[in-house]
């Protein structure tokens, strides 16, 4: 009775891991990843636009960044200290635009390709200006670096052919 049940239990461990290789190689999983990275990005753009308008808390608020426009923009001036002060302003607003229409374009799933790309391009961006000045650690402690990567990744796999 032991061997018999061992085999019917080896067979069965067998079938399960077929099927989840098989999943692992569908194309399934590939739609279900890249719809999670959509909205991971998604997210992360809503919610620092959320932070700059006081929607998570006040400045000073644990895990408040900046808790109102001034304090973005104060922010926004320090990473972009080689523009003039008077630009600052129109740089803010420029992101916030920006983050805004990425992210319901990534949420919709509109222009995918391109989204992707200019999502990757602007953490990007954000990325180098964060590095050069704050140093490195910056940008690898909020994995901005990863976020444009991942961006750029989608926008790789958003031009491949869809199989099922």
Avoid: C
Avoid at 70 to 88: A, C, D, K, Q, V
Avoid at 101 to 124: E, I, M
């Amino acid at each position: 009775m032991g061997a018999l049940q061992h085999a019917a239990s080896r067979s069965v461990n067998r079938s399960v891991l077929l099927q989840v290789n098989r999943f692992l190689h569908s194309a399934r999983l590939t739609r279900f990843a890249a719809a999670a990275l959509r909205v991971a990005l998604a997210a992360g753009f809503l919610s620092a636009v959320a932070d700059r308008f006081g929607f998570w808390g006040t400045p000073g608020t644990p895990g408040v960044a900046w808790g109102d426009w001034s304090h973005f923009l104060t922010y926004t001036g320090r990473l972009n200290w080689f523009l003039p002060r008077s630009l600052i302003p129109m740089v803010g607003a420029v992101a916030t635009l920006a983050e805004t229409a990425l992210a319901f374009l990534l949420l919709v799933g509109v222009w995918l390709r391109y989204t992707a790309l200019a999502s990757g391009a602007l953490l990007l961006l954000f990325a180098l200006t964060m590095t050069f000045a704050l140093g490195i650690k910056a940008p690898l402690g909020y994995s901005v670096y990863v976020g444009s990567a991942a961006a750029f990744y989608l926008a790789a796999t958003a031009a491949l052919p869809q199989q099922t």
